[in-house]
């Protein structure tokens, strides 16, 4: 780990071109735009192994990404996964990343690379097409989404 590195770290993973995909991104500049101490925030793509390296010397990762709600959770609900209590339902990551977060846990959990505290805010999307613009229901959950996530972020 260098010097300097904060402890916590904010992940939004997902695509801004994919309509409710961008809700990790979109949530996690929010959060990066309060300026909260000791914190790192990082848009990105969910690629595996690169997640894995972001993690690694960290003592609190939250990572905020959408999810497939389908007949689980309607769109716009926020859900909360504590990635040391329980598995993540893969299915519910898939979206346009190559592998989901999902996926990449359960690959940091087999090599022995969780961070002592890491937890997964989902927002259940609507869609995924091809665009900028988020559902109605996502957008109305975003500021609830952002609010849960500083409240994570700092141990509420």
Do not use: K, Y
């Amino acid at each position: 780990m260098s010097a300097g590195r904060p402890q916590r770290l904010l992940v939004g993973v997902g695509n801004r071109q994919r309509c409710d995909d961008g809700v990790g991104p979109r949530a996690a500049a929010a959060v990066a735009a309060m300026g909260l101490p000791d914190l790192e925030v990082v848009e990105h793509t969910g690629e595996l192994s690169s997640l894995l390296e972001l993690w690694e010397g960290r003592s609190r990762v939250v990572v905020v990404d959408a999810l497939r709600g389908g007949r689980r959770w309607s769109a716009g609900a926020i859900v909360r996964f504590d990635a040391h209590a329980e598995s993540l339902p893969s299915r519910a990551f898939t979206s346009t990343h190559a592998f989901s977060v999902a996926e990449a846990i359960e690959l940091g959990r087999a090599l022995g690379q969780l961070p002592p505290h890491l937890v997964v805010i989902g927002l259940a999307a609507a869609w995924f097409e091809h665009g900028e613009s988020l559902s109605a229901p996502v957008s109305d959950a975003l500021d609830g989404l952002v609010r849960r996530v500083v409240g994570e972020i700092e141990g509420a």
